[in-house]
């Protein structure tokens, strides 16, 4: 049944192919079609939930976002995926519970490029969790780019901005929620390690699947306790 008219509690985004298909295998279900990618409904602990492959990179993580908010009215957009870790700053498997976003691949040359890294900079309330959490986390700010991190880039990112992972779509996906003024929750296991001497999954893609396969278990596993968070923490429906 197509609920398009129907306002859906949660709207879980998942980004990249190998993240969705794990998403497809632990719940096996019909799939519909978006201008996004495939969506489908189900029920999560009690309570109604819609899946969406958002796609990944920024624009179409912006893009599935608002897509989302807007046909279903979500309470909460929830994100569940992965990361590249700092080496020597977080450990291969954590899961961050991400505080702020930071879309870092903006290059202003004309005007103020703090202002312009500032403009895409989100915060992201948290006040409505209460511990203890569904699943070990670590509170981090991630970090977003359109491109893999660039090892070169590791030193700077964290010592500027406490930053300790990188992805591709948080940015944009915090973004665009706070600007509907939706409850926004990003979840993002670390895969693989980049150091200043390369990165553990460059040129082995089959790394990163099998990683990215153990990552989204623990995350689904874990998503009917941080549902379970949301709806005790319900807030009133946007007019």
Known sequence: MDNALEEIPTAVLVSA???WRRVLSF????CQPSPYGDYFFTQVGQQPVVFLHGGWGKIAAAASTQYAI???RPQQVINLGTCGGFSGQVERGEILLVTRTLVYDIDEKMGDPQQALAHYTTSIDLSWLEQPY????????LVSADRDLDPADIGWLHERFGAIAADWESGAIAWVARRNQARCLILRGVTDLVSQQGGEAYGS???FNQ?????MTSLLE???GWIELAR???QPKRP
Do not use: H
């Not at 719940?27 to 019909?30: C, D, G, H, K």
């Not at 569904?134 to 700010?141: G, H, N, T």
């Open 211 to 215: 990683a990215a396969q153990r990552i």
């Open 134 to 141: 569904p699943q070990p986390v670590r509170l981090a700010c």
């Open 27 to 30: 719940y096996q279900p019909a």
């Open 205 to 207: 893609l089959e790394f």
């Open 70 to 72: 807007q046909r279903w």
């Open 222 to 224: 874990a998503l009917p």
């Open 232 to 234: 005790s923490k319900s």
């Open 17 to 19: 192919v190998g993240e």
